[in-house]
């Protein structure tokens, strides 16, 4: 059984920048891929990143590929979201989630472990 907490949101204005956190406990952290999901009221769950297992493989939806950057540290069992220039559009609860399968995917059917999320909320 994987938990994981997510860290790091709040409100920023438009153009700045956050960084969110997940840690994870229980499993082998270094034995599964991550990825981060996010939620706005009234819509569905989108997917926004993937790492795999080593952090050597990545994939980004395309509304924040060139201005976030997913990573992890295995040793700290922690995987990061860093958010650049955001906009209103990002705001939303951001989840992590991890599968329990091998590998990453972009849709959130593939992944059984979810956070509780944190707030992201962009002012313009």
């Known amino acids: 059984q994987v938990q994981l907490v997510e860290s790091g949101g709040g409100l920023v204005q438009a153009g700045g920048s956050l960084r969110l956190s997940c840690a994870a406990s229980?499993?082998?952290?270094?034995?599964?891929?991550l990825a981060w999901f996010r939620q706005a009221p009234g819509k569905e769950r989108e997917f926004v990143a993937a790492?795999?297992?080593?952090?050597?493989?990545?994939r980004y939806a395309d509304s924040v590929k060139g201005r976030f950057t997913i990573s992890r540290d295995n040793a700290k069992n922690t995987v990061y979201l860093q958010m650049n220039s955001l906009n209103a559009e990002d705001t939303a609860v951001y989840l992590c989630?991890?599968?329990?399968?091998?590998?990453?995917?972009?849709?959130?059917?593939?992944?059984?472990?979810w956070g509780q999320g944190t707030q992201v909320t962009v002012s313009s």
């Open positions: 989630a991890a599968p329990r399968l091998w590998g990453y995917a972009d849709y959130a059917a593939f992944y059984n472990y």
């Open positions: 229980g499993g082998i952290f270094s034995t599964y891929a």
């Open positions: 790492i795999d297992r080593s952090g050597g493989s990545t």
